[in-house]
């Protein structure tokens, strides 16, 4: 099988030059060559490499012929493309990937803002979503993740504190299950000082409950508590449009409110990172 000859890069951008400027005269201006070194590089090009023909000869204004019509779409996308490669290798900071932990609480509430608009500045840089609870996420070994969202106690903040929120009680707003003794509870698994603090909270207004249900999950709890099955306590930007609020008139003491923080446990400087960073900072201000 006979090999077919390749096109030199530079004969295709002559010949779009030619195309774009209407003639050899302003198209040698633009490749920054003679005019003779320009109608030497079309001849190579229809007879070296095409044979055939690009332009009508003697047409004014210039025309191409069908060969040069098909050659000007595929130069076009080649000059293109070629473009596109250079500029991600010389800017590599324009790829890679990023490590993000976070718990599940705020994936549904706040990331897809978050990850919208990081993309849309950098579409060509993949993001690695870890979900686990603060709790576990705090214990990631060093290195592991290059950012991560967590909640933290008032006063027991790390990193930068995204924002602070009170934690609410919350039931199904068409149940009545805050009415029952005792209380079934639907709760985050332990060692959630959330769940600390509304066991104690309750224990304090000698209020009489029972955890019925537990999961690492906001999803899951949120679909307990739908099912009008328990009540629980979240922070306040997380309660959904079908739940109810309660407070101390229904017998639910207040809560502490909590701290969501942004870790950064990267140890290299990182273009990326950073301005995933600043999304994440900004997307908690909405």
């Not at 027991?156 to 602070?164: A, K, P, S, Y």
Request: aromatic fraction near 6%; hydrophobic fraction near 40%.
């Amino acid at each position: 099988m006979a090999t077919l000859p390749t096109i030199d890069h530079e004969l295709l951008r002559t010949f779009v030059a030619i195309v774009d400027q209407g003639g050899f005269t302003r198209a040698a201006q633009t490749v920054n060559r003679t005019q003779s070194a320009v109608s030497m590089q079309i001849k190579r090009l229809e007879e070296d490499v095409i044979q055939r023909p690009l332009f009508v000869r003697q047409s004014k204004p210039l025309q191409l012929t069908s060969e040069g019509h098909t050659l000007l779409g595929y130069a076009r996308k080649i000059l293109s493309l070629q473009g596109e490669a250079l500029t991600l290798l010389r800017q590599p900071d324009m790829v890679g990937r990023v490590r993000l932990g976070v718990p599940d609480d705020y994936v549904m509430r706040f990331l897809p803002g978050i990850l919208k608009t990081f993309s849309q500045a950098w579409p060509l840089v993949d993001v690695d979503v870890h979900c686990a609870p603060s709790s576990v996420l705090s214990q990631q070994p060093q290195g592991s993740l290059d950012l991560i969202i967590m909640t933290r106690e008032i006063g027991d903040e790390i990193g930068t504190i995204l924002r602070r929120e009170a934690t609410v009680w919350v039931s199904a707003e068409s149940h009545s299950t805050h009415l029952q003794t005792p209380v079934p509870l639907a709760l985050f698994e332990a060692p959630c000082f959330c769940r600390r603090h509304a066991c104690n909270a309750l224990d304090r207004a000698d209020r009489a409950y029972r955890v019925a249900y537990s999961s690492p999950s906001l999803a899951t709890l949120q679909a307990v508590v739908g099912a009008g099955l328990a009540v629980s306590a979240w922070m306040r930007s997380l309660v959904t449009a079908d739940m109810q609020i309660l407070g101390e008139k229904e017998g639910f003491p207040e809560l502490p409110e909590s701290s969501i923080v942004l870790l950064r446990t990267a140890s290299t400087q990182s273009p990326i990172i950073d301005s995933l960073a600043e999304h994440i900072v900004e997307g908690f201000r909405l």
